[in-house]
């Protein structure tokens, strides 16, 4: 399972609750047991928020191991 370490948001604009957004993510890269990803949230073509998140692979103990190859190799190839 993943649990986040640390998480930057960037908050440029806000939006209406009627308004149609669009969420794009994607993993940047994987080192170790930390996966990386970036996320923007936009309104047509203008950026709203733009997150980097930093999450950790870790056993059911809780302590941190490496990302498995097949879920690597997933996360590399597969769109989110």
């Known amino acids: 399972q993943f649990v986040v370490r640390t998480c930057h948001l960037d908050f440029r604009q806000g939006a209406r609750l009627s308004d149609e957004l ?3 993510t994607y993993v ?11 996320q ?3 309104k047509h073509t203008q950026i709203l ?3 980097q998140t ?8 809780g302590r941190p ?3 498995p190859q097949n879920l690597r190799d997933a996360l590399l190839t597969d769109p989110l």
């Open 28 to 38: 940047s890269h994987i080192s170790g047991a930390c996966l990386f990803f970036e």
């Open 22 to 24: 669009n969420c794009h």
């Open 40 to 42: 923007t949230l936009e």
């Open 54 to 61: 930093k999450l950790v692979y870790i056993t059911q103990e």
């Open 65 to 67: 191991t490496r990302v």
């Open 49 to 51: 928020v733009q997150l």
